[in-house]
């Protein structure tokens, strides 16, 4: 069963910033795409940013030049640096994997960005 587990959210004042990390386990990690998503109040569940096992990397046009997706394959892990954070980047986010037809979430961690 693959596992993802999420960490690093919290509570930030604007303008702050929060590392995200999601560690993969019983996969083999370096070969799979990984992407972050958020889910923010009332909001549907959106894409954040992907990266290919390339290291190629993708970001919603409201995170760019602010958010940096990032990945270690010795620590099977994905990380999310978030800098200049906004209230409208409120959300649970949830790292998410494919394998081939399938996809796995992690649990998610919640990120607040409030004065």
């Known amino acids: 069963q693959v596992q993802l587990v999420e960490s690093g959210g919290g509570l930030v004042q604007p303008g702050g910033s929060l590392r995200l990390s999601c560690a993969a386990s019983r996969i083999s990690f370096s070969f799979y795409a990984m992407g972050w998503y958020r889910q923010g109040p009332g909001k549907e569940r959106e894409l954040v940013a992907t990266i290919t096992s390339g290291a190629s990397t993708n970001y919603a046009d409201s995170v760019k030049g602010r958010f940096t997706i990032s990945r270690d394959n010795a620590q099977n892990t994905v990380y999310l640096q978030m800098n200049s954070l906004k209230p409208e980047d409120t959300a649970i986010y949830y790292c998410?994997?494919?394998?081939?037809?399938?996809?796995?979430w992690g649990q998610g961690t919640q990120v607040t960005v409030s004065s």
């Open positions: 998410k994997v494919w394998l081939g037809p399938n996809v796995y």
